[in-house]
């Protein structure tokens, strides 16, 4: 055969990476770019069809761009809602990597939320530096053995998690809603359902009160930003990232390989349960500082979108969670504004995933914005 | 040339099968189960339970059925225990299905008589309640049975019930109820398309597309609830089918009311179940069908068109699904709330997997969930001591239950969930 | 019926599959097509019964042009074509199958199965090929499924049938009694169109012969005056010698011991009954046997991926039976495994990750929580290099590989350690021959360097070309042993045992 340095030059020449393509620069900005302005123009074709005028359509629109990003007030509300969005996206795009379409984010955010606020009001004489982490851990350690109840049950008997957490969803809403109405969680002197508040020492401190003090961002932000340097850490660069990954793309092969399937869905499962858990317990420390039905607000939901648009990667979820947290504000402000129901954002968040999850679909419809039809 | 050696057998050998090991367990649930009802059902048990059969107008009426609760259950518990100890020492024996079934049914009935036990209660009405409540769970299901044989997974079931209630409580209140019933079905139907295009044409992940539209729908039925039906409530005001009583049937003591004196619903879904059943498994277009789910590049070489045979079955499906999602309201309220469908369009998949992929099966798998549903109710009127939230998980839990327990041992079509590329 | 195709092109992307391929099929006569994997056979079939479309070209039917739209137009003209990888719903039975497409239907679209039995029997009977309509597919043997393929394009009435490998999955006297019922098909007229890679078995059945190859056809004659070496020639470009360098036999000490063994299947039934067989040091030992006969589950046993039910595997004088696939690998037991696509790779992960697929986790590619990937991309460089494993670079996903690359990372990763034990399932299927000769190569090198070595393989040519010592499964047995050093290996005799007949 050959010498060795040219076997050595051969070897390094292998090492090169080709520039990212062409094909990959549409995948990552054409599409998504293209998916939000169909969205958006669908969504006004959906007001137009309700009887809203063109000119309360505008002034949706225009609402929803201030909402967002239009002054200081936005930005804070665009991030406040951005922490749980990311957070539990960050959960189910670990999972969709291992292969596990857990869309129990919801139930998961649920419990994780409950545990926090016990915590939170539990504890009089604690001082902050070890109250406000323990509560968000208990968040954290809740939401992943509810998750976990989901991995056990797939691991073992192969049950599809998305049947079972969508039950363990609709079992934790009746949960919250007796623990609710239990004596010792209950408001005193109170005969609706609604938790004792979280003590000062529990909560994450706002961030922007010197500011203005009703500007709400908290300290989650840091908590977010964390997960997500950590996630990336995790999936990426760590054995127990590769076997998740391995796992999530050919289960037969992570086998072969000698990884352990079962303990690999468990713990996965675990890791999206503990994230959607701090999500919950960052809404109940961060913004609403108690637990009432349905404080979780569909947000495990979301998270699912917000996860697919990230393309189940970190950095993608960090970005795509920054955009639903700013359709969620400026879709509060549309609704005060232009009187338009904010369920119109979940509309357009959906049709935002169909776009992203079928990109024939938005080459069918934008021929002209690629380079070549799908020809594969 | 030698022989391979095949005479020194291992002296004792035990092989541990996947069904032994089963049939142990099933034995300690029984165990488990005998042990349960004695204690609690049997022991927390005074007086009699009195179930009602017929009410007094009935043309025929028979007397009310009194059971001493404490030695019923007692009894049943002793018959448990007989089952789960011949299942743990002779396991794998073909009873093991029939047992684990007998001991649910043993176990919910020393439930039900505990429950009751010291009042009285209406067997009829309950199962007739079941019926009732079966109907979305299996009408959902029958949705999943059609769509999975042509190997498309249908997570849109929910999004499709819902998008059925909605349409059905919009049209019903301008048109009517049959026009209700018909514009739910060619939405469900729409939706149904609107799937297959993603999935088949531009090969979207099967439950990514499914979760999507579920959310789309949600989103489109909340906002035009919250932006028009809150302002014009006439929008949200549609006639409900009351029941017709079929002749002569609906006069039989405890059947006739249960089955033959129901409404459109019942009757419609009693119907689409045996015609599917006809369409999938006695006709050329149903063998076509189901080939394609089973062996899409097979059914593909023979000429027949892979992607049209999904994109049909999957729209049927959503008009199946369409037409369950109408009897939220056109069958039961008349209106339209936001998240009505409450996640029964996922029980009925549970439903589908419990009853292997059958139309049948799935309507038997429904009546158990519609039986856990209407049991709940029932006791949270008849006092017991459980919370009322967790009475309210009992089909949550049972469909958790049925997909653990049984997943494993139901095959789905072969090619379910995997998308047709033609070369 | 006489079919002609003139100057076919058909490109997949930047691939031509078919180049201006003429190719001429008459009634009452067998075409022997001859290519190797990959060479364009399966594409130009597909392209006359109507699966795919040509990017150019005619095909033309008793001298009339014709346009095939589907797959459903190529069996109207009568042309059927029997799969090598058979196209049969496995839970329907056989007349269902028999009948999917051109069923015979009653009122309400009501399907007449009585009358679909009635004539898939006398199909059965006219023909010879007795099968029973009432079966199920997954009950049958390989051998009655192909005969089921073959009923299929009877009853739908073709006159030209094109048989793609039809012998891959046959036992050696399975063969002869195919080959029965191909002449009896030709005399009645057929016309019969016969591709395989398989040199003696294309002379023996054949009236004439083309060959094919890179997707054009390179050679065209009568087999009566073409020799296997002239064939090898055309088919693969240069002359191909197909004796296998190795070294003397030399065996060591036993390294795995298995006795006793059962396995059971998903459906717990006995899928390897009783297995006992040793494999020393410096030996190849090649299980030989039609698929499905216990083989598989065999090599899932010894590699830890199933369950041992009973018996006991020693590996190394130490008691393997209940140890995690894991710790087997670090015991030096290698697995190249069956059906790479399923289990040996991951293709939509990078062609470094891959290389590292069950070695991530030693100490030269990780510390601590973390892997060390440059250390690892370095690594897989020098793999792929060693290992000829051609592409542009380690960041492409193996996915992009073509098949005889893939199968060379596999082996790569799996030889580039401290190996005792090489356990190969089906080495070299679907390859090009400049790949089957590498691996082979390497595999002859791993036993030459003291290696244990068991093959396991459905080609009885390549378990005779490797093996020092042949084992048959038959029905979750081994049933008979040979051994290759003593003398020439009887290629009859393990037939037989093949198919179950033990003397």
């Not at chain 1, 995948?27 to 006004?44: M, N, S, T």
């Not at chain 2, 008849?382 to 309210?392: D, G, K, Q, Y």
């Amino acid at each position: 055969m050959t010498d060795t340095t040219s076997q050595s030059n051969l070897a390094d020449k292998l090492l090169q990476r080709a520039a990212p393509g062409r094909a990959e620069f549409e995948d990552l900005v054409v599409v998504p770019i293209f998916a939000v302005i169909v969205a958006l123009i669908v969504g006004a074709l959906i007001m137009l069809a309700t009887a809203v005028d063109i000119e309360t359509i505008g002034r949706s629109y225009l609402a929803l761009l201030q909402g967002s990003v239009g002054s200081m007030n936005a930005i804070s509300e665009t991030l406040t809602s951005a922490i749980p969005l990311v957070l539990a996206g960050l959960g189910l795009a670990l999972g969709f990597r291992a292969g596990l379409f857990n869309i129990g984010a919801e139930g998961q955010i649920v419990v994780g939320g409950i545990a926090a606020v016990i915590v939170g009001f539990s504890f009089p004489n604690m001082p902050w530096i070890i109250h406000m982490p323990l509560a968000l851990l208990a968040g954290a350690v809740a939401g992943g053995l509810y998750a976990s109840i989901a991995g056990y049950l797939r691991a073992a008997t192969g049950a599809h998690e998305v049947i079972t957490t969508i039950m363990l969803n609709l079992s934790s809403y009746l949960l919250l809603s007796y623990m609710l109405g239990l004596e010792w969680m209950q408001r005193p002197g109170r005969s609706d359902p609604v938790s004792k508040s979280v003590l000062p020492s529990a909560e994450l401190p706002r961030l922007l009160t010197d500011i203005d003090p009703n500007l709400r961002l908290h300290a989650g932000i840091f908590v977010m930003i964390a997960a997500v340097i950590l996630v990336h850490w995790l999936l990426f660069k760590t054995r127990t990232g590769f076997e998740y990954r391995a796992s999530g793309e050919n289960p037969d092969a992570a086998r072969y390989a000698g990884m352990h399937a079962s303990a690999i869905i468990v713990f996965a499962m675990a890791t999206a349960g503990a994230l959607a858990g701090l999500a919950g317990a960052n809404q109940v420390l961060g913004v609403l500082e108690r637990a009432t039905p349905g404080f979780s607000s569909g947000i495990g939901f979301d998270a699912i979108s917000v996860a697919l648009l990230g393309r189940s990667h970190p950095v993608g979820v960090l970005f795509a969670g920054l955009l639903f947290g700013a359709l969620e504000a400026g879709g509060r402000q549309m609704q005060v504004d232009a009187g338009v129901s904010i369920d119109l954002i979940s509309i357009i968040q959906a049709l935002i995933i169909v776009f992203i999850a079928a990109p024939l679909l938005v080459r069918a419809i934008f021929p002209w914005g690629f380079k070549k039809p799908a020809g594969r | 040339m030698t022989a391979a050696s095949t005479t020194d057998l291992a002296p004792d050998a035990k092989i541990d099968t996947h069904k032994a090991r089963q049939a142990r367990i099933y034995g300690i649930v029984l165990i488990g189960l005998a042990v349960l009802v004695a204690a609690v059902f049997g022991y927390g048990s005074e007086g009699n339970a009195t179930f009602g059969l017929s009410r007094p107008r009935d043309p025929w009426v028979i007397p009310n059925l009194v059971v001493p609760a404490a030695s019923f259950n007692y009894i049943a518990a002793a018959v448990l225990a007989f089952l789960g100890v011949r299942q743990f020492m002779r396991g794998g024996s073909r009873w093991s299905t029939v047992s684990i079934a007998v001991g649910f049914a043993l176990a919910t009935a020393a439930f039900l008589v505990w429950a009751t036990a010291g009042k009285s209660f209406s067997l009829t009405g309950m199962l007739s309640a079941t019926v009732v409540a079966a109907v979305p769970i299996a009408l959902g299901g029958l949705a999943g049975v059609l769509s999975e044989r042509v190997a498309v997974v249908n997570i849109a079931i929910e999004g499709m019930l819902l998008a059925g209630a909605f349409t059905g409580a919009l049209m019903g209140s301008l048109l009517g109820g049959w026009a209700g019933v018909l514009f739910a079905v060619l939405v469900g139907g729409l939706f149904g398309f609107i799937l297959a295009a993603l999935v088949v044409t531009y090969r979207m992940d099967q439950i990514i597309a499914g979760v999507v539209i579920t959310l789309f729908v949600t989103g489109v039925t909340s906002y035009v609830s919250s932006q028009v039906f809150s302002e014009y409530r006439f929008l949200n005001n549609a006639p409900v089918f009351r029941a017709w009583k079929i002749p002569f049937l609906g006069d039989i003591p405890v059947i006739g009311p249960v089955l033959f004196n129901q409404n459109l619903f019942v009757y419609g879904a009693l119907i689409l179940v045996s015609v599917a059943t006809y369409y999938l498994f006695h006709t050329r277009y149903g063998l076509r069908a189901r080939s394609v789910g089973e062996h899409p590049r097979a059914a593909d070489t023979l000429g027949i068109n892979v992607y049209r045979t999904r994109y049909i079955n999957v729209t049927l499906a959503g008009m199946v699904a369409g037409f369950g999602g109408a009897w939220f309201t056109l069958g039961s309220v008349g209106r339209f709330d936001e998240n009505m469908t409450g996640g029964l369009g996922y029980i009925g998949l549970a439903a589908m997997i419990f009853g292997r992929w059958h139309p049948f099966g799935a309507l038997m798998a429904a009546l158990i969930f519609g039986f856990a549903d209407s049991l709940q109710q029932k006791l949270a009127i008849v006092r017991t001591p459980i919370p009322s939230e967790f009475l309210a998980m009992a089909p949550y839990l049972a469909t958790i239950v049925v997909v653990a327990g049984f997943v494993g041992r139901s095959r789905p079509p072969a090619a379910d969930g995997k998308p047709y590329v033609k070369e | 019926m006489d079919v002609e195709l003139r100057g076919i092109t058909k490109r997949f992307g930047p691939v031509t599959a078919n180049d201006n391929v003429n190719l001429t099929i008459r009634a009452g006569e067998v075409l022997g097509l001859l290519g190797e994997n990959g060479a364009g056979k399966s594409t130009m079939m597909n392209i006359l019964s109507g699966l795919y479309s040509p990017d150019e070209g005619e095909i033309l039917i008793d001298g009339k042009r014709v346009d095939f739209e589907g797959p459903g137009d190529g069996i109207a003209a009568g042309i059927g074509m029997v799969h090598q990888h058979f196209m049969l719903v496995p839970v329907f039975t056989v007349a269902e199958n028999v009948i999917l497409g051109v069923e015979p239907t009653g009122m309400f679209d009501y399907l007449d199965l009585a009358t679909a039995r009635k004539q898939v029997r006398d199909i059965n009977e006219k023909y010879g090929l007795q099968v029973n309509p009432d079966a199920l597919i997954e009950d049958l043997p390989v051998g009655i499924q192909q005969r089921v393929e073959i009923l299929k394009v009877l009853f739908r009435s073709a006159e030209v049938l094109i048989l793609d490998e039809p012998t891959a999955v046959l036992t050696p006297q399975e063969v002869e009694d195919f080959f029965g019922i191909v002449k009896s098909l030709r005399d009645a007229g057929k016309a019969i169109v016969f591709i395989t890679h398989k040199l003696h078995e294309i002379l023996e059945i054949s009236d004439r012969i083309n060959v094919l190859r890179g997707g054009r056809i390179t050679g065209e004659g009568d087999p009566k005056s073409m020799t296997e070496n002239q064939l090898a020639e055309m088919m693969v470009g240069r002359p191909v010698s197909f004796d296998v360098d190795k070294g003397p036999f030399k065996p060591g000490e036993t390294l795995l011991d298995v006795k006793n063994l059962m396995v059971l299947n998903e459906n717990d039934e006995t899928a390897v009954e009783n297995v006992s067989f040793h494999v020393r040091s410096g030996e190849v030992v090649g299980i030989a046997g039609v698929q499905g006969n216990g083989q598989s589950e065999l090599i899932e046993a010894l590699t830890g991926l199933a369950h041992a039910a009973g018996g006991k595997i020693d590996f190394l004088g130490r008691d393997i039976t209940n140890v995690s696939v894991r710790e087997r690998h670090r015991m030096g037991m290698a697995h190249v495994p069956e059906d790479r696509h399923k289990s040996g790779m991951i293709s939509n992960f990078t062609i470094y990750e891959n290389m590292v697929l069950n070695t991530y986790y030693e100490d030269r590619f990780s510390s601590g929580p973390a892997i060390k990937w440059p250390d690892v991309l370095k690594t897989a460089a020098q793999y792929a290099v060693d290992f000829d494993v051609r592409t542009p670079s380690v960041y492409l996903k193996a996915g992009n590989l073509s098949g005889g690359n893939q199968q060379k990372m596999v082996v790569a990763r799996e030889l580039e350690r401290e190996t005792k034990l090489v356990i190969a399932s089906q080495p070299t299927r679907g390859l090009d021959v400049g790949s089957i000769e590498y691996i082979h190569s390497r595999l002859m090198g791993a036993r030459d360097e003291g290696d244990g070595v068991i093959i396991v393989s459905s080609e009885l040519d390549e378990i005779m070309a490797l093996s020092d010592r042949v084992l048959v499964m038959y029905d979750g047995k081994i049933v008979a042993e040979f051994d290759a050093t003593a003398g020439p290996l009887d290629k009859n005799a393990i037939g037989l045992a093949m198919a179950g007949v033990t003397a």
